[in-house]
């Protein structure tokens, strides 16, 4: 067995390095937004807030479609990758 047989990356193990990058550069990039106020997360015109009298309730609408189109953006551009 010679030293190029032994060290020999798989296909498998390339793949996981370009999502491990690609998750890096989401990561970088939804961190930059959040620190620099670009997008208001949470604070949308499409979220919901019910404040009454012992009782509120808030549920992020356009925050989840928001976050639901970035990642599938993010998986359609790695599976084009493929």
């Known amino acids: 067995m010679t030293s190029n047989e032994v060290f020999a990356i798989s296909p ?42 012992g009782m509120h309730l808030y549920f992020p609408l356009a925050t989840c479609v928001l976050i639901s189109l970035a990642v599938s953006l993010a998986v359609f551009v790695m599976r084009l990758f493929k």
């Open 12 to 53: 498998d193990m390339k793949d996981i390095g370009l999502i491990l990058m690609a998750g890096g550069v989401i990561l970088i990039a939804v961190g930059l937004t959040l620190n620099l106020g670009i997008i208001p997360w949470g604070r949308l015109p499409g979220d919901i807030r019910i404040a009454r009298p």
